[in-house]
């Protein structure tokens, strides 16, 4: 089975713009998480998607969104990018999104804002 | 707020020593903990999860322990192998939501 794939892996934007981050799943995952890692935050939950839906939120401004479409992809959106928001963003899958899960994670999109 | 601790930061050890990683979280009502390895630029790999109801789980060189009560986990490992050198992670699934806690990491070395 191909594991959770992010994409691009890598981005360089500016201030004030706005980016696309895309998580594709483990095939037949519903569940998809996405988290922030910064060397002075650690890794911190943004939001989690299950069928279509944000099931939870984490503690973030409303510039981060997300969406889950029907074949449970999901992209993040970030708009008007801040110099902080330079991170790396990593997504997780998995079956039900239930609590007793192991969630699988994808290698992650570094992105630089300048 | 659930909180979430490793020590040390960093570790360094010679090659075929054992070693011990400690992971510490402020509340107790926690679902599961679980245990990843990440290599530099990469995402996070799996290594361990303990089920609230567990004490312990094993995995090939890996143990890791769970004492809920007191709000610790350990990670062992043991004969320790340059391929071992990465940044080891702990996590906790609160019992109110699926999201995971993380900790602040150990980067562990492995000198040959």
């Known amino acids: 089975k191909a594991g959770v794939t992010q994409t691009p892996r890598y981005l360089i934007k500016t201030r004030g713009q706005q980016v696309t981050l895309s998580c594709s799943p483990i095939s037949g995952h519903r569940s998809v998480s996405w988290y922030q890692q910064t060397p002075g935050q650690g890794l911190q939950f943004l939001f989690e998607?299950?069928?279509?839906?944000?099931?939870n939120k984490g503690n973030f401004p409303g510039r981060f969104s997300g969406r889950q479409f029907s074949n449970s992809r999901s992209e993040m959106n970030v708009s008007t990018l801040e110099l902080g928001d330079s991170a790396l963003y990593l997504c997780?899958?998995?079956?039900?999104?239930?609590?007793?899960?192991?969630?699988?994670f994808g290698p992650g999109t570094r992105l630089l804002v300048l | 707020k659930q909180e979430v601790t490793q020590i040390p930061a960093a570790l360094s050890v010679p090659e075929g020593e054992n070693l011990v990683l400690n992971c510490s979280f402020t509340d107790s009502a926690i679902y599961n903990l679980q245990w990843f390895r990440q290599d530099p630029g990469k995402g996070l790999t799996s290594l361990l999860l303990?089920?609230?109801?567990?004490r312990e789980q094993t995995s090939g060189r890996l143990n890791a322990s769970l004492d809920k009560s007191s709000g610790r986990s350990t990670l062992y490992i043991a004969a320790s192998q340059p391929g071992d050198s990465a940044t080891y992670l702990c996590a906790v699934v609160t019992n109110t939501g699926n999201q995971f806690y993380f900790g602040t990491g150990t980067s562990l070395t492995v000198i040959p």
């Open positions: 303990i089920q609230s109801s567990q």
């Open positions: 997780a899958s998995s079956s039900a999104g239930t609590s007793g899960e192991t969630q699988y």
């Open positions: 998607y299950f069928s279509e839906t944000q099931r």
